[in-house]
């Protein structure tokens, strides 16, 4: 829910009920060159939904609050987006205070009563553009499944990526890294390290560059430039992550013809726009829906910080760490 240009935040414009659903408009963006949202930072914190404060439109009180509640900004201005339960089954509010101080009687829109609006009927095709996805969240669920993929983009990082390392030893996860090849060649113990280590190795692109903005030829090449660094290391990746999240329909086909599946994620903290550890873990939190993709970024600090959070977070929750082409394996039909 983040344009490119400008990367004008705009993941919330109604004071209403959301859902979490990453649209296929998401770009990612890598850490070392973000520049905006920095400001945003320093944005007033408006008060938190709690019980005595939020009062639907049908006049039910708030009866549980969600204490991980996300901030997000809209326009320069910080919006609270919290989870609740209302007297009336509504619940998942967002609202929009006038300032930190004068929350009172905010209108809120009635959400399902069934299920958590956090949970989408089924996986967005976005996420896995290169298969076809037979499994729905639910369906996962009632089979007693819930595979959960931790991804780290962007690496490999000298001084964070062994810390990393370090913290999925401990919880005895396994979890996928997807790694620059340029950055690769620079690191190539390191990137052996992580294999040996038990986890995957996927393609991030030669150098992050945009793949819209290249033909079909350029996009061969670099898959295959990056291609060529793992292979030279004995690593021979299934899984492709284009940077930014930026791909086209021949992307696609050509990864798959690189023995390459597409694959993106469906919970995106933002840790690269937003990197304070706990801002971080909430949001990882907030953003969770059964067998969800965790996009994070092991060159921030704020991400190493709230991983061993963010992983207790999501075994509370009933996650069963998987690699990503373990993932893909149990949604999709081929
Ligand atoms: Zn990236």
Not at 63 to 90: E, K, M
Not at 108 to 118: D, E, F, L
Not at 136 to 156: H, I, M, Q, W, Y
Not at 314 to 325: E, I, R
Request: charge should be positive; include cysteine; glycine fraction near 6%.
């Amino acid at each position: 829910m983040f344009l490119l240009a400008g990367l004008t935040a705009c993941a919330v414009t109604k004071p209403i009920v959301t859902t979490r659903v990453v649209e296929p408009t998401v770009v990612e963006t890598p850490v070392e060159s973000v520049q905006s949202g920095q400001q945003l930072a320093s944005a007033p914190v408006p008060a938190a939904p709690t019980t005595s404060n939020l009062v639907s439109s049908q006049g039910s009180r708030l009866q549980q609050a969600d204490p991980n509640r996300v901030l997000t900004y809209q326009n320069g201005q910080p919006v609270i987006q919290g989870g609740g339960q209302f007297s009336q089954n509504q619940q998942d509010l967002t609202y929009l205070p006038a300032d930190s101080s004068t929350v009172s009687q905010p209108v809120i829109q009635k959400a399902s009563t069934t299920t958590s609006k956090k949970t989408p009927k089924k996986f967005s095709s976005w996420v896995l553009p290169s298969r076809k996805i037979v499994k729905t969240p639910k369906s996962l669920v009632d089979e007693g499944r819930n595979p959960c993929a931790l991804t780290f983009d962007d690496g490999p990082h000298k001084t964070l990526d062994p810390q990393i390392l370090s913290i999925l030893d401990q919880h005895g996860i396994r979890a996928t890294f997807f790694l620059i090849a340029k950055s690769v060649k620079r690191q190539p113990e390191l990137t052996k390290e992580i294999a040996a280590r038990g986890h995957e190795i996927a393609h991030h692109s030669w150098d992050h560059d945009d793949y819209k903005k290249k033909n079909g030829a350029g996009q061969a090449a670099d898959l295959k430039r990056a291609n060529d660094v793992f292979n030279n290391l004995g690593i021979y990746p299934t899984v492709f992550r284009p940077p930014y999240g930026s791909f086209n329909k021949k992307t696609v086909s050509l990864a798959r013809q690189a023995g390459l599946d597409t694959f993106l994620w469906t919970n995106d903290p933002e840790d690269w726009r937003k990197r304070d550890a706990a801002t971080i873990r909430s949001r990882v939190n907030a953003r969770y829906t059964p067998g969800s993709v965790v996009l994070l970024h092991s060159i921030v600090p704020g991400t190493v910080k709230a991983l061993p959070g963010i992983i207790e977070d999501l075994k509370a929750k009933g996650c069963q760490f998987v690699t990503s082409s373990e993932w893909i394996a149990a949604v999709s039909s081929n």
